[in-house]
């Protein structure tokens, strides 16, 4: 059983930094591709970044030279830097891994990000 937490969320006013935490229980080498997703209350998912095993890495727009994705292998866990944030970034972050051998997806449960004005 693949399991993803995610940590790091929580309160920031607008211009502030957090940096999201995910730890897979899959080592990232045997991951294909992983990435972040974040909800807003009332709206659908949507990307955030991606990044790939080769380190190729995909932003939103709303979201590109804000926040950066990077992963780290020797403690198999993604983080997601996000800096100067706004009031529309507030939501639900989650993680996800697609696993090399089978192409599976595995989700975290969410970590919440608000952003005050």
């Known amino acids: 059983q693949v399991q993803l937490v995610e940590s790091g969320g929580g309160s920031v006013q607008a211009g502030g930094s957090l940096r999201l935490s995910c730890v897979t229980s899959?080592?990232?080498?045997?991951?294909?591709?992983m990435g972040w997703y974040r909800q807003a209350p009332g709206k659908q998912r949507e990307l955030v970044a991606t990044?790939?095993?080769?380190?190729?890495?995909n932003y939103a727009v709303a979201v590109k030279g804000r926040f950066t994705i990077s992963g780290d292998s020797l403690k198999n866990t993604m983080y997601l830097q996000m800096s100067s944030l706004k009031v529309e970034d507030t939501g639900s972050y989650f993680c996800y891994v697609k696993r090399r051998y089978d192409g599976m997806e595995f989700w975290g449960k969410g970590t919440l990000v608000t952003v005050s004005s």
């Open positions: 899959v080592s990232i080498p045997s991951i294909n591709a």
């Open positions: 990044i790939t095993s080769r380190g190729v890495t």
